[in-house]
Antibody, heavy 126, light 107 residues
Framework: EVQLVESGGGLVKPGDSLRLSCEVS????????MSWVRQAPGKGLEWVAR??????????DYAAPVKGRFTISRDDSNNFLFLQMNSLKTDDTAVYYC?????????????????WGQGTRVTVSS | SYVLTQPPSVSVGPGKTATITCGGT??????VHWYQQKPGQAPMLVIG???ERPSGIPERYSGSNSGDTATLTISRVEAADEADYYC???????????FGGGTRLTV
């Protein structure tokens, strides 16, 4: 059974830091491109960051609102994805989802399916 | 940055066909993914790479993409299809993934 379980969310003040974790099981994590996607209360989905697999270069990409403040990383030995969030702002308040990602164009060599965690809530408020 | 435009809402009767559009400049040259999100749940991929249905998604779901518009079509709509639907592409210019604003489908 595939599971993506996020943790680390909570209530913090503006300027604080938080580290989100996503524990993955049920598929070959080392082959997966992974992303964090967030959803502010009552709003739509917003992509946050992506990390390719090591064999595909482990490239990291970030959305403009978080670049320089957030860092995505992975621990392939223990099947974890992380999001280190620094200098948090009230606009970062959202449910954060861990999800598998995929190449922009279909690749016969990439065989990881689409999976999502249930999300972890981050609230930034003074 | 690249912008995807979706209608905020679409309403359709049971058994009819729902069409949800996703507009973007030359979106036909990009691969579009469609996600379904029901209240209180995580999103779920219903169409990948313009027209591919993941395992477990009913054949009633189909997708197309050409020119400046990608389209998600749901045939023989059921009450269980009521959800928010989002399109997504990768923008190579900014190296960002971009989501559309979402469309609420009401059955």
């Amino acid at each position: 059974e595939v599971q993506l379980v996020e943790s680390g969310g909570g209530l913090v003040k503006p300027g604080d830091s938080l580290r989100l974790s996503c524990e993955v099981s049920g598929f070959t994590f080392t082959n997966a491109w992974m992303s964090w996607v967030r959803q502010a209360p009552g709003k739509g989905l917003e992509w946050v960051a992506r990390l390719k697999s090591k064999k595909d270069g482990a490239t990291k990409d970030y959305a403009a609102p978080v670049k320089g403040r957030f860092t995505i990383s992975r621990d392939d030995s223990n099947n974890f994805l992380f999001l280190q969030m620094n200098s948090l702002k009230t606009d970062d308040t959202a449910v954060y989802y861990c999800t598998t990602d995929r190449p922009a164009y279909k690749s016969t060599s990439y065989k990881v399916s689409d999976y999502w965690g249930q999300g972890t809530r981050v609230t930034v408020s003074s | 940055s690249y912008v995807l435009t979706q209608p905020p809402s679409v309403s359709v009767g049971p058994g009819k066909t729902a069409t949800i559009t996703c507009g973007g400049t030359n979106i036909g040259q990009k691969s579009v993914h469609w996600y379904q999100q029901k209240p209180g749940q995580a999103p779920m991929l219903v169409i990948g790479y313009d027209s591919e249905r993941p395992s477990g998604i009913p054949e009633r779901y189909s997708g197309s993409n050409s020119g400046d518009t990608a389209t998600l079509t749901i045939s023989r709509v059921e009450a269980a299809d009521e959800a928010d639907y989002y399109c997504r592409v990768w923008d190579f210019y900014s190296d960002h993934a971009v989501f559309g604003g979402g469309t609420r489908l009401t059955v």
